[in-house]
């Protein structure tokens, strides 16, 4: 430990000598390259051992900072995705939407030319409801009788129509 003393100024300085220059000699660092982090490492456990927080407590430390600084990372990528993949689908949708909307157009240019193409095809607007009472309805009792009464109504028919031609 070094002391916070003054030096006494009753004692004469001594003479300071010139100190011959120092030699210089090649320092070959291929085994401090292999030692480096052994070193490294072995200075860390020393200073922890003189202080009063653990290798254990800095070692969790710097886990956790490794694990929020990559977790964050993971967390803004998948963010950028969700934001190409939202700005994609709402493209799509704007898409969709148009054509949908052209679709709609078609289909009320054609409802409104509806009228004019029946009448070219010489149909006629219906002027009045047609309705069918069925609460007299009898089903056939056998298909013999059925096939009967058809022939008897086309009868009907057939005879009718040759009175209209006459």
Same mark, same amino acid.
């Given at each position: 430990?070094? @002391?916070?003393?003054?030096? @006494? ?16 000699? $090649? $320092?070959?660092?291929?085994? %401090? ?10 200075? *860390?456990? $020393?200073?922890?051992? @003189? ?9 969790? #430390? &710097?886990?956790? /900072? ?14 950028? =995705? ?8 709402? &493209?799509?949708? +704007? ?5 949908? =909307? =052209?679709?709609? #157009? ?7 030319? *509806? ?5 070219? *095809?010489?149909?006629? /607007?219906?002027?009045?409801? /047609? ?6 309805? %009898?089903? #056939? ?8 009464? @058809?022939?008897? +109504?086309? =009868? #009907? +028919?057939?005879?009718? %129509? ?5």
């Amino acid at each position: 430990m070094r @002391s916070n003393a003054v030096p @006494s100024t009753s004692r004469r300085p001594q003479s300071v000598t010139a100190s011959p220059r120092p030699q210089l000699h $090649v $320092v070959s660092d291929t085994g %401090k390259q292999r030692n480096a982090v052994t070193g490294g490492l072995t200075r *860390l456990v $020393v200073w922890t051992r @003189s202080r009063s927080t653990s290798l254990f407590h800095i070692v969790i #430390a &710097a886990l956790f /900072l490794a694990a929020t600084l990559v977790g964050a990372l993971v967390l803004r990528t998948q963010m950028v =995705e969700n934001s190409f993949e939202a700005a994609s689908v709402q &493209a799509n949708i +704007t898409q969709l939407t148009q054509d949908v =909307e =052209e679709d709609q #157009a078609k289909l009320d240019a054609l409802e409104a030319s *509806l009228p004019d193409k029946a009448e070219q *095809l010489g149909m006629v /607007l219906q002027q009045g409801s /047609l309705s069918i009472d069925l609460n007299g309805y %009898k089903p #056939a009792e056998s298909s013999n009788t059925a096939s009967h009464n @058809s022939n008897k +109504t086309n =009868e #009907a +028919t057939n005879s009718e %129509k040759a009175g209209e031609g006459q």
